[in-house]
């Protein structure tokens, strides 16, 4: 019995030291994966999110031209974000003139340099910031911008 005693407090004993051990590991993990989740979260912050381009075309016979537009615009880094081109949307009606539109006022700088490559093929095409009526709408995230063609807008080598 007194054997059976000793061994059962060498066992509690061989715990107790196994478990600060176990403590301290978890300790000193929990530590590297905040430094690790502190860096990533500290990269991530400096790269904009990719933006989003969202073609406009009244017609179908602008669609090879909302093509080429959208080839050219794509793919490239504005002032750090890149753009995605989504698909583009036949509407019925729209702008008289060409606009790139933006909803978040912090898109300005990037939709400049979006609208100075834009106008190489469509030189009448202008800014328009609707920032201010689309403020409280959530779903519109920063980086979505849309590009309205006006109706009598193809691009002679697109067709």
């Known amino acids: 019995m007194i054997q059976k005693l000793i061994v059962c407090f060498l066992l509690l004993g061989f715990a107790q030291s196994s478990m600060a051990q176990l403590n301290d590991l978890i300790k000193k993990n ?25 073609i406009h075309i009244r017609t179908k016979a602008q669609e090879k031209s909302a093509q080429a537009i959208n080839s ?16 583009i949307q036949l509407v019925t009606s729209g702008p008289r003139n060409t606009e790139l539109r933006i909803f978040r006022e912090q898109d300005s700088a990037d939709a400049l340099e979006i609208l100075k ?3 190489k093929d469509v030189p009448s095409a202008q800014l ?3 920032s201010a009526q689309y403020r409280s ?3 519109i995230k920063p980086g979505h911008f849309e590009l309205w063609l006006a109706p009598e807008v193809i691009i002679p080598e697109a067709k």
């Open 30 to 54: 929990v530590k590297t994966a905040t430094r690790s989740h502190d860096a990533l979260l500290a990269l991530g912050s400096a790269a904009k999110e990719p933006g989003r381009l969202w």
């Open 72 to 87: 050219q615009l794509t793919g490239a880094a504005y002032n750090g974000r890149n753009i995605l081109g989504q698909p």
């Open 117 to 119: 490559k834009l106008r």
């Open 128 to 130: 328009k910031n609707l």
């Open 137 to 139: 709408v959530e779903w």
